[in-house]
């Protein structure tokens, strides 16, 4: 069938056409060069690359923004369009296999939040004995050989935040749900925070943890499913912005706001405006702007070599020494009713 | 129980072609009929167990909420049982889930009229419902590759458009679409009720639906037989595109929000629901009541799990193995079908 065939491979063509021409400055795979239009050069000749994971959800958006300045204050060539690698789910394989493909790409410095202590260890081994530092951002790794240091919030300490926040709203009296991913590391421990706080006060009675699937729609309907559960519920916290949202759903279509409290997290517009309008009490949320700014700032120490611990125009790293802390926590800030509109007006809303 | 055995007797070869049809079609019957009333008895029983466990199971307030997750879902599986009648399926709703919910919501948030607005969220579907057809019956492509191209497609679309990040609108026009309620009921709900009892009447009488069977048990006899059997697929899939979109859209007013990475995994839902209900992957079996009941007990062991308080980590473990026993039992009871079927042929009684 002839004609089917010749159909078949226009068809075909038309589409790899319309990708190029679609795509053509929004790869995220292979840098152009961007240095057209800059009168001055960059102070670090290669690319600086920022791999997460689950990279399409609006999260990691703050990050990205303080990646971004810290980059332009340092004259640093970074941009989100350009630099930011990572796969679509939580898959440790596809990010060490990334790890891996920017070290033999020759990249100057590379930036992750590790998807667990384990699953890249090896690759980020091997961009360090390649001589490309690597930093992590959100949390550290399980061999700190393999890195120069990590900046971010205790997960931990995050439920210890949020939990101490909650107990003291319901005056410690009362049954807690808990939506999260159960699996992913950062949750687990965010969860295991939550949990461990809570369970200290004896009028609290934490549930089981319910898992959301990092989905909207199937959050929404098990915390629903927990509200009808548990009459007399009085706390619905949120790991995550989606945990956060989909609590807040459930709530309001319960018609039950003002009677349980919701703690989400982190800071989507979604949450920000349940937070305006009351259905949500507050969200703890990371300072994922200065985290990442400061990563930034980190590299570029590194690369430029310009700290002098030892003394006076001898440099750190040439001679052996970590410039950097290994650990830099970064904290956490409570956004309720009496800051949110500050959040909102920074979104441009 | 088989009707219209022949009892042996001289019958002209035309009486034997139309008595074998009569046979053949009674014992699917039967089998079908028993997948159904084996689902209402599990639910039934699942219910009367939850209930025992929970007291907040047996609520208006928690059928309600459950309500709305399963019309959004038991539009797109009436497609899906559809299609899998025929012997094909399509795994692209939950992008076009995706991509119908964000034509929606940007267009109601652009100030278009709600009702246009969804009108143009539906002929988006139907569209990628009609890209999906005419590849898979013009082209001849697989549509297992098929439809997996435009799921990655659209939402890959939705994901550059929106930036990954979730549009929120919640206006009374908006919201109205999923949350109104007749008596306390669902709107969504007595509509999906509605269309559910129409179409399956008409799937077991109206002839253009019943030639979905023939397409599905036999595809080269069909076409023999005169039925446009690329023509049927096609409507099929523009119909499954359109029903995704419904679901996309009301979804997104019940979420007051669009979501591009939302309802991932919702196509694997639906066709598991259609193979609990009677369904077979190969086609030719299933009913759309049958596909309800299945889906209807997706929902409940979901919303059961919560109700119980089982450990997160092992609500995957347990749902697998309900699907398992569900699909057994199915098994087992169509087995059972077959072995009479065998021993009344051993009797000497002729089914021809």
Known sequence: ?????????????????????????????????????????????????YVSYYTTIPYWNDGLRGLEAAAEDLGIDFDRTKNFYGPTDGSGADQARIIDELVAKGVKG???????????????????????????????????????????????????????????????????????????????????????????????????????????????????????????????????????????????????????????????????????????????????????????????????????????????????????????????????????????????? | MVEGISDGGKMSGRDDIVNKQKTTGAITRTMMQQTEFVLIILIVIMCILLNSINEGFFTAANFRSMSRGFAIEGFIVIGMCFLLITGVFDISVASVMAVSGYVFTSFAMAGVNTWIALLLAL???????????????????????????????????????????????????????????????????????????????????????????????????????GINVMRMRLILYIIIGTLAALGGALSSSRLSASVPTAYVGTEMKLMVACVIGGCSLNGGRGTLFGAALGLAFLFLLDNGMVMMGIDIYWFQGILGVFLIAVVLINTFSSTSVEKSQSRAREKGIRLS
């Open chain 2, 123 to 225: 002929v988006s579907g139907g569209l990628v419902g009609l890209c999906n057809g005419l590849i898979i019956t013009k082209l001849k492509v697989n549509p297992f590759i098929t439809t997996l191209a435009t799921m990655t497609i659209c939402r890959g679309l939705v994901l550059a458009i929106s930036q990954g990040n979730p549009i929120r609108l919640s206006t009374p026009e908006f919201n109205a679409f999923s949350a109104a309620e007749i008596k306390g009921v669902p709107v969504m709900f007595i509509v999906l009720v509605i269309v559910l009892i129409v179409l399956d009447l008409m799937l077991r009488k109206v002839r253009w639906f019943r030639q979905l069977y023939f397409i599905g048990g036999n595809e080269n006899s069909a076409e023999l037989t």
């Open chain 1, 1 to 49: 069938m002839n004609k089917r065939k010749v159909l078949a491979l226009l068809l075909a063509l038309a589409m790899v056409l319309a990708v190029f021409t679609a795509c053509g400055g929004t790869e995220t795979e292979e840098p152009v060069s961007s240095g057209g239009g800059e009168s001055v050069a960059p102070t670090i000749d290669g690319e600086i690359a």
């Open chain 1, 110 to 349: 590379i930036i992750v939040s590790p998807i667990d202590g384990d699953a890249i260890l090896g690759a980020c081994e091997n961009a360090m004995n390649n001589g490309i530092p690597v930093i992590t951002v959100i949390s550290g790794m399980n061999d700190t050989s393999t890195y120069y240091g990590e900046l971010g919030a205790s997960n931990y300490n995050v439920g210890v935040t949020g939990g101490t926040y909650a107990a003291d709203l319901i005056g410690g009296q009362g049954k807690v749900g808990i939506l999260t991913i159960p699996g992913v590391p950062v949750h687990d421990q965010r969860a295991q925070g939550y949990v461990e706080t809570l369970e200290s006060y004896p009028g609290i009675e934490v549930l089981p943890l319910v898992n959301t699937d990092a989905d909207p729609a199937k959050g929404q309907e098990r915390a629903a499913a927990l509200i009808q559960a548990n009459p007399d519920l009085k706390v619905l916290i949120g790991t995550d912005s989606v945990g956060g949202a989909a609590a807040a759903r459930a709530v309001k279509e319960a018609g039950k706001v003002g009677e349980i409290v919701v703690i989400g997290m982190d800071r989507d517009e979604d949450l920000l405006g349940y937070i305006k309008e009351g259905t949500v009490t507050a969200s703890v949320a990371s300072k994922s702007f200065s985290t990442k700014y400061m990563a930034m700032q980190y590299m570029y120490w590194i690369l430029t070599d310009t700290m002098e611990d030892i003394g006076p125009g001898v440099t750190d790293v040439a001679n052996g020494i970590p410039p950097i802390p290994l650990v830099t926590d970064t904290g956490t800030m409570v956004i309720d009713s009496s800051n949110v509109d500050l959040f909102l007006d920074a979104l441009g809303k």
